[in-house]
């Protein structure tokens, strides 16, 4: 049995046996543990004492924990990194990086530092190639939010002119940005969220919701002005629908709460037979701020 293994009060047991001047050899002997371990308790426990310099036995608990809890974050950032929604945030990290090379091209290009702007545009169209067979392999052509963002890059790929750069880059503003999802307790039960998939595992409805206030997409906080009426509009964008759902209910949340804002409730109903089982009509609705 390691260090760890044993209890305190044997710990100790063992510790007042030398201190009172039996052996080590003996006392290893009597108690059936290894000598080194006892001369390995004997040294920690003077480091707790601060006789001698070290790490005292709280310290490597904590320093311990820690390692465990960063192992534990490294896990889950792992298991992230592996979601369609991380996939389409690294591409658009990514997608940045093609606008820098092509601002630096349009740059160069209008300083007539022609080998410069060859370099750059050569950078920023592979980087555009590049990015584009990873957002094919991670999210398919058909993807909703993907679908934009590859033709955001063959637009980069077609750039011949600097003079082309500017409204191409101000385009990629608009691309959307997943909102923060916010885990709360459910006000309604539909049935079951989760159905079984074709080899028996768990498969889960997934829809994009995108917001815009006042034709602006909604990518972060917002700050609404009292007295003033706002146009909202949200667009859901979802596979087909779950056998379990004949409707689907969207709510805003916020800090504001009836006093101080009149917010708005969404609903789309299942469609009927003959039709696609999408809510891709976009809703509109006032948002009025008190």
Same mark, same amino acid.
């Given at each position: 049995?390691?260090?760890?293994?044993?209890?305190?009060?044997?710990?100790? %047991?063992?510790?007042?046996?030398?201190?009172?001047?039996?052996?080590?050899?003996?006392?290893?002997?009597?108690?059936?543990?290894?000598?080194?371990?006892?001369?390995?308790?004997?040294?920690?426990?003077?480091?707790?004492?601060?006789?001698?310099?070290?790490?005292?036995?709280?310290? %490597?608990?904590?320093?311990?924990?820690?390692?465990?809890?960063?192992?534990?974050?490294?896990?889950?950032?792992?298991?992230?990194?592996?979601?369609?929604?991380?996939?389409?945030?690294?591409?658009?990290?990514?997608?940045?990086?093609?606008?820098?090379?092509?601002?630096?091209?349009?740059?160069?290009? #209008?300083?007539?530092?022609?080998?410069?702007?060859?370099?750059? #545009?050569?950078?920023?169209?592979?980087?555009?190639?590049?990015?584009?067979?990873?957002?094919?392999?991670?999210?398919?052509?058909?993807?909703?939010?993907?679908?934009?963002?590859?033709?955001?890059?063959?637009?980069?790929?077609?750039?011949?002119?600097?003079?082309?750069?500017?409204?191409?880059?101000?385009?990629?503003?608009?691309?959307?940005?997943?909102? #923060?999802?916010?885990?709360?307790?459910?006000?309604?039960?539909?049935?079951?969220?989760?159905?079984?998939?074709?080899?028996?595992?768990?498969?889960?409805?997934?829809?994009?919701?995108?917001?815009?206030?006042?034709?602006?997409?909604?990518?972060?906080?917002?700050?609404?002005?009292?007295?003033?009426?706002?146009?909202?509009?949200?667009?859901?964008?979802?596979?087909?629908?779950?056998?379990?759902?004949?409707?689907?209910?969207?709510?805003?949340?916020?800090? #504001?709460?009836?006093?101080?804002?009149?917010?708005?409730?969404?609903?789309?109903?299942?469609?009927?037979?003959?039709?696609?089982?999408?809510?891709?009509?976009?809703?509109?609705?006032?948002?009025?701020?008190?």
């Amino acid at each position: 049995m390691g260090r760890r293994g044993y209890p305190p009060e044997f710990r100790r %047991k063992v510790l007042d046996l030398i201190e009172a001047g039996r052996p080590i050899a003996e006392v290893a002997q009597a108690l059936g543990i290894s000598t080194q371990s006892i001369y390995t308790r004997r040294r920690q426990d003077r480091i707790d004492r601060g006789l001698l310099p070290g790490l005292s036995s709280p310290e %490597k608990e904590e320093l311990a924990a820690a390692r465990r809890r960063i192992a534990q974050l490294e896990t889950e950032l792992a298991v992230t990194r592996r979601t369609p929604t991380a996939a389409y945030v690294r591409a658009l990290a990514s997608l940045c990086d093609v606008a820098a090379h092509l601002l630096r091209f349009d740059a160069a290009e #209008l300083d007539a530092r022609a080998a410069d702007a060859t370099a750059q #545009l050569t950078a920023a169209t592979r980087r555009a190639a590049i990015l584009a067979r990873q957002v094919e392999d991670e999210l398919g052509t058909g993807d909703p939010i993907g679908g934009p963002l590859l033709a955001a890059l063959a637009d980069a790929d077609a750039i011949t002119s600097g003079e082309q750069v500017g409204p191409l880059v101000a385009g990629w503003a608009n691309l959307p940005i997943p909102p #923060l999802v916010v885990r709360g307790p459910r006000r309604r039960t539909a049935g079951p969220l989760a159905a079984p998939g074709p080899n028996g595992t768990e498969q889960r409805p997934v829809a994009v919701a995108l917001a815009s206030i006042d034709g602006l997409l909604v990518t972060g906080p917002q700050v609404l002005r009292p007295g003033t009426a706002y146009t909202l509009r949200l667009e859901v964008r979802t596979g087909d629908w779950p056998e379990w759902a004949d409707r689907l209910d969207a709510e805003l949340v916020g800090h #504001l709460g009836e006093a101080e804002a009149q917010t708005p409730t969404f609903t789309w109903q299942r469609l009927g037979h003959g039709a696609v089982d999408r809510p891709d009509t976009p809703e509109i609705r006032p948002w009025v701020s008190r």
